[in-house]
């Protein structure tokens, strides 16, 4: 677009007494300047035309703020998205856009008011729930630098899905890392254990939490600042391949224990035949588990190492051993492990068989390369499963306000910018409950979880919104509509002398403006979003009045 016509646009707008161009505005630089030219022309309001304000308003915000003005009196006009990305091609049309874009924010910033951000005492302490890897190094990391830690685990033991690895592919021992793991978390007089736990109830927001939990010590109330989401994964089980009904068809996990123990089916295995994708990658999980590749080619290699004669057969739709785990796919290669693709709407079977008086597992399957069906006599059969969320995550989610995603995995607020976050402030995620993946990212990500429930707890206060809805209680009837929309539990509905009202807490308010919509009065408003302000944007873009009071009539 051509940036200096927008910026001589802008010159020639009514109240406009400041305008200039800047080539990043979110540099230190940029938004310096910003703060020098509210104080040299004594600006009460600032519009900034960039980018989207999801990524960068906080930065302009706190420009304002440093120059000594409300930073509710900031206004952000996206023409990067909405104009010069989607128009590229466009030029005159897309600086078309953009004057009208700037036109609309400068309706709204007249009439933007100063709001409040108010203080939130912050309890010290946290919650982590899930006794995992991910959950343990979370709670070790936190207890580390001061803080009392509740770690609260469903199971009667420490480790979760761990405790059937005994491995990685890089040969790493994983019951020799988990058992000291364990060892350092009860080692550790700050992490409190609760296990056999269940959650009975949670409430509070940011700073100040109160979950009641019932374990094998009896049932207490915990109060904490933080929580932090660690609930782990588990194996799907098939029905398919003859799984469940013979003793030769085992999971990935169920394959690895038997060679841990050198079982003698694994050391007298002549053949065995590892299918990919089962369970995964399907109509009802349409989702790559991502660790399954990794884990075939590990058992690969560890048959290989007991028994160099062994047939390994992999049949796959496509590898994703990721990183530098590719090298242990092409040495399982190099070692001879056969390597089969199969398409999905030819996928393998698998049978009984006697021969010779032994009982074998036939599989078949079809070889799009040599474009031949090929039968494969196995001794024992590994089925890579899907890895699949818990059934609680869907109590837990109710419970913190934590989003899942379209698997019932837990979905970050933000994939890039807060990747360990909630929108719920105040609630964490970290390890395989995010999505699985390998250990060492689980580990990863539970030190990143940590040191963001350390960048909450080591304040006295959060700060809290001031961009809240408030409720007009003349104008409200009670019907409830409000309070059965909010999905953070911000609304109640209670008896007064003139019947039934709706009442916020600011606390819980996060601004999503659904109440706002929902209610049929009009009693409730958005602060910042109020509906002269948007109006005044409708009518910036549409100059013609009958278009705005059909838009205020329909609005009524």
């Not at 940036?3 to 938004?31: D, K, M």
């Not at 420490?158 to 405790?163: D, E, F, T, V």
């Not at 350092?184 to 409430?203: D, M």
């Not at 010779?356 to 070889?367: A, H, M, Y």
Request: aromatic letters at 8%.
């Amino acid at each position: 677009m051509d940036v200096p016509s927008v910026i001589e646009y802008a010159w020639r707008l009514p109240n406009v007494v400041h305008a200039q161009g800047q080539l990043f505005s979110c540099s230190t630089e940029s938004t310096k300047q910003i703060m020098e030219a509210i104080k040299e022309h004594g600006l009460n309001r600032v519009i900034v035309a960039a980018c989207t304000p999801r990524t960068h308003e906080p930065t302009f915000r706190d420009s304002l703020k440093e120059g000594g003005l409300n930073q509710y009196f900031f206004e952000f006009a996206n023409i990067r998205e909405h104009c010069s990305w989607v128009h590229s091609k466009e030029k005159e049309e897309a600086t078309d856009k953009s004057k009208e874009l700037l036109r609309m924010s400068l309706a709204r910033a007249l009439l933007l008011e100063p709001l409040q951000e108010f203080e939130l005492p912050v309890d010290k302490r946290v919650l982590v729930i899930g006794g995992g890897i991910s959950g343990m190094t979370c709670a070790l990391s936190i207890a580390s630098q001061g803080f009392d830690v509740y770690l609260i685990e469903k199971e009667r033991e420490l480790g979760g899905l761990a405790r059937r690895i005994y491995y990685t592919i890089e040969g790493k021992d994983v019951q020799s890392y988990l058992r000291d793991l364990v060892k350092r978390v009860y080692s550790e007089p700050r992490i409190h254990v609760f296990l056999g736990a269940k959650i009975l109830s949670a409430t509070g927001y940011v700073g100040n939490f109160l979950t009641k939990i019932e374990s094998e010590r009896g049932v207490f109330e915990i109060r904490h600042g933080a929580t932090v989401i660690a609930t782990g994964a588990q194996e799907f089980k098939p029905n398919e391949y003859l799984y469940g009904q013979s003793d030769k068809v085992l999971t990935g996990l169920e394959l690895e224990e038997l060679i841990a123990k050198r079982d003698e089916r694994v050391i007298s295995a002549g053949a065995v035949v590892m299918i990919q994708c089962v369970g995964s990658r399907t109509e009802e999980r349409n989702y790559c588990s991502r660790v399954c590749c990794s884990e075939s080619v590990k058992n690969a290699l560890k048959l290989k190492e007991i028994n160099p004669n062994v047939d390994i057969y992999i049949l796959f739709r496509d590898m994703r051993t990721y990183g530098f785990k590719e090298d242990y796919y092409r040495e399982a290669s190099k070692k001879g492990v056969r390597f089969i693709r199969y398409e999905p709407q030819k996928k393998p079977s698998v049978k009984l068989v006697k021969e010779s008086g032994k009982e074998l597992i036939r599989v078949t399957v079809f070889d799009p390369i040599l474009e031949k069906t090929l039968e494969i006599d196995a001794d024992l059969v590994s089925l890579a499963v899907a890895v699949i969320a818990p059934e609680s995550n869907k109590e837990i989610s109710l419970l913190y306000n934590a989003q899942l995603g379209p698997d019932d995995f837990f979905k970050e607020a933000h994939v890039k910018l807060r990747p360990v976050d909630f929108s719920t402030d105040g609630v964490y995620l970290c390890g395989i409950a995010h999505y699985p993946k390998h250990i060492d990212e689980a580990i990863s990500q539970a030190l990143g979880a940590a040191g963001r429930v350390i960048t909450l707890i080591s304040h006295d206060t959060v700060i809290a919104s001031g961009s809240v809805c408030i409720v007009d209680e003349k104008r409200c009837m009670g019907c409830g509509a409000c309070s059965e929309i909010c999905t953070y539990g911000a609304i109640e509905i209670y008896e007064t002398k003139q019947g039934k009202k709706a009442r916020m807490n600011p606390v819980l308010c996060k601004g999503c403006g659904l109440c706002n919509s929902k209610c049929p009065t009009g009693a409730i408003q958005l602060q910042h979003y109020r509906d002269e302000q948007l109006f005044a944007q409708i009518d910036a873009a549409n100059p013609e009045k009958e278009i705005l009071e059909e838009v205020k009539k329909v609005a009524s």
